[in-house]
């Protein structure tokens, strides 16, 4: 954990709505959401990979739009809304978590987050993509294991069926 | 990665209010829009700013507005709004189409356009469509208003023409009277995300004129009068096109670095550049007809 060279009191609390709830946490102005998501408010799913916005395991939805949550300070998220992958399943696996699942497109996991969050926002937005658009969707979403093919086919087979908007 | 620098943080509700703070803090302060460039520079520990002005509070700078001639991006339009602009894709396709190429759908959420061209990162995708439309870049600051031609905004990689307290309203364009179609080709290492090693701007008018402009090979975009005023009136042939092809050695300077050598890049600029004005004109007769 890097040192905080100057000394910061600027320790301030906001509230923004997580994954439907509202909630409160103390912060510095510096603070990364990403590290505040994880460090102080314990949710896991975003995942540190490059911790300069490429790699897309950092992906959570702020207001429906997929971002980068390592290139956002918390401070700036003050009364708005954020899902992570903990509130796409919190009524159970949404449709494209099931069909990752049933067609086994992750291995290692750790773009899995991302690239739920990704194929969500496409999907919500666009219930019926192509191969194309899928492939543009989740571009921002490194993936070492697969190859994405496995991840491709999940989407694919979900958009070709009727989909409910999940969030 | 923590910010080893804390700073404070505001975010004002009036554009007056932002020029109040930009006016007493001057370069102590720095303007947060998407972030997606300042996040990065803060984390490596430089700059360290004693405020943090955080522009997204300020409606007006959402808009994209045409006005007679006049089209205006908003300094706070992110290039997923781009994307999905009409006005943009039939007006101003060349940055449409720039718009698609920048990093990816996540970035693309946060990043502004105006925050493209204030970073002015050389590999940057805003500034051959802003280069080849003449576009004006607005600036505010609490005494005073000016409207800055895009050629002069640039002046070295990661340096603009912007005073300590300015902030950039947003950027227009003046639509041209006669047909025009453009064409911007990006080089990168692979589809999907990624910095572009070189990329050039074609715009091809009615009048059998055209706006020639290249980014991410020198450390500046420029636009090239030398190649516009040689194409200019010709008819477009193999032969002309290989001669404009070797003009480009003497126009622009790439350098080798981790994503490409200035062979590869200089190799490339040409051919893109042909791609370019082919798709440009090709465009151009489509709307002709």
Redesign the interface.
Known sequence: ??K???K?N?MKKISFTLNGELRYVTI?????LL?VLREKLGVKSPKCGC????C?AC?IL?NG????S????A??V?GQEITTLEGISKNGLSPLQKEFLAQNSFQCGFCAPGVIL?ST?LLNNNPHPSLLQI???I???LCRCTGYTPIIKAIQTVADRNYEKTV | ?????????A?PSSVDEALDLLSEYGKNAKV?AG??DL??L??QGFPVPEL?I?I?GLAELYQIKLTGDELFIGSLVTF?TIIKSDIIKKKFNILWDAAHLV?????R??ATMVGNICSAVACMDSAAPLLVHDAFIHLKSKNNERKLPVAQWFVDNRKTAINEDELVMGVSIQLPKQKYAGSYQKLMRY???DLSQANVGVLALEDSSFRVAFGSVGPIPKRSLKIEHFLDQKEITAAVIEEAKAMIETVIAPITDVRATKEYRMHMTKVMFERGLKEAIERLNLLKN
């Open positions: 954990m890097v905080k060279l100057k910061t600027n510095d102005n510096s603070d990364i590290e911790d300069n916005g490429d897309g992906t702020l739009k997929s971002v980068r390592c290139l956002i300070f401070a700036e003050e990704a926002e492939k543009e969707a571009a921002g979403n | 990665m923590p910010i080893p620098h804390d700073f404070e943080y975010k947060l972030g997606t996040a990065n803060l984390k943090m955080d997204k997923t990093a990816s759908n996540g970035v959420n946060r589809s999907g995300e």
